[in-house]
């Protein structure tokens, strides 16, 4: 991290939540991260960006244990998880809402939303969440087959507010979504923030990216090559276009 | 009395009673092997195997500790189950992965085991259970006489059946089930102990099989083949009906039980070939079964 | 989905061949023709005729599940089908035994026609489950049938004269027969194996879809091998009639479908000689523990529990990978 970034981040003084370093990752015999390395300070907000294929779901699954081919260090709360199982580290915090959402579809709403168990203290309570994503009370009986693209996301981010982990991976989440959702969507985000939670959140669409997040780091070819603090990402637009070939 | 064909109505109902029997049987062990195949993606061969025991264990807790059916009702499947968990852990767990037919032979390999133990332990060709006190004798219908045992039977099968499917469409449990079926990885994202649910799900399989070995000790003699002759023909009422559905099984379990016996009434020799030839007719009709999903 | 064999090995590289075969391969033809025409000097002819027949059985199996990717769980229905007919045709229509073994493959082959046009029609564990219950059919038809002799099965087949004129009562004098019938068995699997049609079969082995996209006709080609591996399995059976000149129900119990299942798995699925190394070691390993009768069950389930977790690629598929041949 650069010395400007670390002046302008008003978190800078804390100790990360999650500290990733020489993170390395295979698919079979494919070498898919080369050493990413960033952190994320409890209660920020934080980015991915990046071009397709540069390895932002990558990392998200590797820090989350789905990769098991994996090396080098991911700390969270101090504790290293490079070789926990994933349901280790799903119980000590840390929920993820897949690319593809993974809405059970043989189970309705309801049961997509209650499935995932309690592992602390403090998750959103039912009215919380209706009061987040108003749609999803309408449809709890639906089967999760049934529901749109929007009422999928809204589900998939959903169902891991009530479990009481604090930080929050959350991958593409306005992917293919129409503008009206994706605002519902940031202004979530943002009172998550406010209510304490923690996020990595991976984005394509830097727009949306900027309007909920601290810092921005862009990842190319398995690498974190630069961070850039929210509040330079005006100034910075030439430079993003060029990593993210926009 | 009526008749049909020459053949007296008491004597239709009394072979259709018969294939009922049969169909609940058929009916338990294809959800048995339903709703292991639906989370561990293996057909347990060893299923027939862990039906006789559960009617060996219910014979020894009678012959060795004094223990009655309605005790053996509870104990054998729990017993058997135990031993389900030991292989499911020891064994099995280690296949997860590879193709599923590894699990197939695994399992055979395991239903021999079991088979030759017990067939070394109990040389004699079967052995004898009495049907409990409470219910022996029967009703009579007028158009035929009920056994009640066997009214028993049939009333005990479709209680488990059902209540299988209950646990696994509408309580908490089974969204667990249905969900790690659907995509473990995810489940386990949620900090889920998939090795463990599936642990318990073969576990309760194997109950279920078990429970069945139970139920058939008065009635079917007590041996150590007769779960290798039974589980082919379950085989062929899960190739009829397919492992996807818990309801699809059990209507296809005791239909096909009725028709066998429908079947048994014209032509006694060819019945327990029924079934078989029934398979060949839906492979060219309907080769996706008539409730699964393609395989 | 079709068995994905991890232990197949790179046995579709022919090089330098001669007479269609690799150099490997006809080494290995030849060490084995030699060592079968030396042995019966050595050990009794009819417990090697014994394993020849099973080998052939078992490498007529590894040519439906190491080629076709398609496990058969009900092949005692060749087996001994071919078993019975042959058996009856020698005792009661008086054939001599080249025909009676004709006999025999021919009904076998009709059988795996009819059986392998329905199973195909299912794949994966269904295909199995479907090939288990229809030999249990032929078992039943076998039980039941007058001319099968039921629980006693046909008994005292006559010997009979090969073509009508040689004397085949000798042991010694069948062994060549024998050996004759088996090594032209393997080498037809291997033909066909390294045919144009085995080509196909790869093709559809590995990506069924693409290969249809491709325009094959991959259900034709399935059934096409079904009957072939039938038919050689026939072979063994009808052949193994006339070495011990009975045929029984054991012939088509689903228990002889197992065995040469195991063979072929503790040998080595998807490798040309591995079912040869496993039927000499079951039926070997069967010898010695005779006296130990109900416990071979037991034996036989604990070789399958250990096979499938621990020793996938089979006593061969271990040799090729050691010494990086394609056996």
């Known amino acids: 991290m650069t010395d400007a970034a670390v002046a302008f981040n008003p978190l800078a003084g804390r100790p990360p939540l999650l500290n990733v370093a020489d993170l390395e990752a295979w698919y079979g015999e494919s070498h898919v991260l080369h050493g990413v390395a960033f952190d994320v300070r409890p209660g920020e907000v934080v980015t991915l960006l990046g071009r397709n294929g540069a390895g932002k779901t990558t990392t998200l699954r590797a820090i989350m244990g789905i990769i098991q081919k994996r090396r080098g260090s991911v700390r969270f709360r101090d504790l290293e998880t490079i070789k926990a199982p994933t349901r280790v580290i799903a119980r000590s915090g840390i929920a993820l809402c897949p690319e593809e959402r993974a809405i059970f579809s043989s189970l309705s709403v309801q049961e997509n939303l209650m499935l995932p168990p309690t592992i602390a203290p403090g998750g959103l309570s039912l009215d919380r969440i209706f009061a987040l994503f108003p749609n999803l009370k309408e449809r709890l009986g639906t089967p999760g087959t049934k529901l749109s693209g929007g009422e999928q996301q809204m589900l998939a981010i959903a169902r891991i507010l009530r479990t009481g982990a604090k930080f929050l991976l959350l991958d593409e989440p306005t992917e293919g979504l129409a503008p009206v959702i994706v605002q519902q969507i940031g202004n979530a985000i943002a009172a998550l923030k406010r209510e304490g939670f923690t996020v990595l959140l991976v984005e394509q669409n830097f727009r949306f990216a900027s309007s909920v997040a601290d810092r921005h780091f862009v990842v190319e070819q398995g690498k974190v090559i630069d961070v850039i603090p929210n509040e330079q990402i005006g100034t910075s637009s030439a430079k993003l276009q060029a990593y993210l070939g926009v | 009395m009526a008749e049909l064909i020459g053949i007296p109505a008491q004597a239709i109902f009394g072979q259709l009673l018969l294939g009922l029997i049969n169909g609940s049987f058929y009916a338990m062990l294809s959800v048995g092997l339903a709703v292991i195949f639906g989370l561990l993606n293996i057909t347990n061969f060893a299923h027939g195997a862990q039906y006789m025991l559960g009617a060996f264990v219910s014979w020894m807790l009678l012959h060795y500790l004094g223990i009655g059916y309605w005790w053996a009702l509870l104990l054998a499947p729990i017993i058997v189950a135990v031993l389900g968990i030991l292989i499911e852990r020891l064994l099995i767990s280690h296949l997860s992965g590879l193709d599923h037919l590894y699990g197939f032979l695994l399992t055979f390999g395991v239903a021999l085991i079991i088979q030759g133990l017990l067939r070394n332990l109990y040389p004699v060709s079967s052995l004898p259970y009495s049907i409990p006190q409470a219910l022996t004798g029967g009703q009579n219908l007028g158009f035929m006489f009920l056994p009640n045992y066997r009214g028993w039977v049939i009333i005990a099968s479709l209680t488990m059946c059902i209540a299988t499917w209950v646990i696994i469409e509408k309580t908490n449990l089974g969204a667990y089930l249905r969900a790690a079926n659907e995509n473990p990885t995810m489940l386990g994202a949620f900090g889920v102990d998939v090795p463990r649910l599936v642990t318990l799900t073969y576990g309760f399989g194997v109950a279920l099989a078990a429970f069945a070995g139970v139920l058939a000790a008065p009635i079917y003699s007590v041996s150590p083949n007769m779960g290798a002759d039974l589980i082919v023909v379950v085989f062929a009422v899960v190739v009829i009906g397919g492992m996807g559905s818990i309801i699809g099984a059990i209507v296809t379990g005791f239909s096909l039980g009725l028709i066998e016996g429908f079947a048994k009434v014209f032509y006694p020799q060819g019945s327990s070939v029924v079934i078989f030839v029934i398979m060949a007719i839906v492979l060219l009709i309907k080769p996706a079964g008539l409730f699964g999903r393609t395989v | ?327």
Not at chain 3, 200 to 228: P, Q, T
Not at chain 3, 244 to 251: E, G, I, K, R, Y
Not at chain 3, 303 to 314: D, H, K, S, T, W
Request: with cysteine; net charge positive; proline share 3%.
């Open chain 3, 1 to 327: 989905m079709a068995i994905n064999i991890d232990a197949m090995n790179r046995m579709d590289e022919p090089s330098r061949e001669i007479l269609g075969l690799s150099r490997t391969h006809l080494t290995a033809f030849v060490v084995l023709l030699l060592v079968a025409a030396v042995a019966p000097f050595f050990v009794y002819p009819v417990f090697l005729m014994k394993v020849m027949c099973f080998a052939l059985f078992a490498c007529a199996f590894n040519l439906l599940l190491g080629f076709g990717r398609l496990l058969s769980f009900g092949h005692a229905a060749y087996f001994g089908s071919a078993s019975y007919i042959s058996a009856h045709a020698a005792k009661v229509w008086g054939l001599t035994p080249e025909l009676s073994i004709l006999a025999g493959v021919f009904v076998a082959a009709i059988l795996g026609a009819v059986i392998g046009a329905l199973a195909v029609r299912r794949q994966g564990i269904y295909f199995a489950m479907v090939t288990l219950a229809f030999a249990q059919m032929v078992y039943f038809f076998a039980l039941q049938a007058p001319f099968t002799g039921g629980e006693d099965g046909i008994q005292s087949v006559p010997r009979g004269d090969l073509f009508g004129v040689v004397s085949l009562t000798s042991d010694f004098s069948l062994y060549w027969v024998v050996l004759a019938i088996t090594f032209f068995g393997l080498f037809a699997i291997h033909r066909i194996v390294f045919s144009p049609f085995g080509q196909v079969l790869k093709a559809i082995r590995e990506n069924e879809a693409r290969a249809m996209s491709l325009g094959h006709r991959v259900n034709l080609y399935k059934v096409s091998v079904f009957v072939m591996s039938a038919a050689l399995s026939g072979l063994a059976g009808a052949t193994k009639a006339q070495v011990f000149q009975v045929a029984t129900l054991s012939d088509v119990h689903w228990s002889m479908s197992g065995e040469v299942v195991l063979m072929t798995l503790l040998g080595g699925m998807g490798t040309l000689f591995g079912p040869v190394a496993g039927a000499a070691a079951i039926i070997s390993m069967q010898s010695f523990l005779a006296p130990f009768g109900a416990w071979l069950t037991v034996i036989h389930g604990v070789i399958f529990v250990v096979a499938v977790l621990m020793f996938r690629e089979g006593i061969v598929g271990v040799l090729n990978k050691r010494l990086k041949l394609s056996l």
